[in-house]
Nanobody, 120 residues
């Protein structure tokens, strides 16, 4: 059973940087066929894909967020991390990490989500 667990600050001030880490258990983030994603859901809105890092370490980001986001990984800890710069209150959301199974082109495992509020 694959499990994903998000961790990070619950409150960030505007203009600061945000880092969220997803710890994966039950499967390696370097296993072929899987992409490791970040998705968010602002209050009252739908899910928004942020980006992913794949099994080889290649990343891909939403064009609307690409200038402010990066995704890195620590294979020794089986973790991947979202970095977002210059946050604004519009970045307030529940952030999820999830796994995409490439051959299904679908998400198969999700974390429970972590709430991040951007406020002074």
């Amino acid at each position: 059973q694959v499990r994903l667990q998000e961790s990070g600050p619950g409150l960030v001030k505007p203009s600061q940087a945000l880092s969220l880490t997803c710890t994966v258990s039950g499967g390696s983030i370097t296993t072929n066929n899987y992409y490791w994603s970040w998705i968010r859901q602002p209050p009252g809105k739908g899910l928004e894909w942020i980006g992913y890092i794949d099994y080889s370490g290649t990343t891909n980001h939403s064009p609307s967020l690409e200038s402010r986001t990066s995704i890195s990984r620590d294979t020794s800890k089986n973790q991947f991390t979202l970095h977002m710069s210059a946050v604004t209150p519009e970045d307030t959301a529940v952030f999820y990490c999830a796994r995409i199974r490439r051959d299904w082109a679908a998400y198969d495992y999700w974390g429970q989500g972590t709430q991040v509020a951007v406020s002074s």
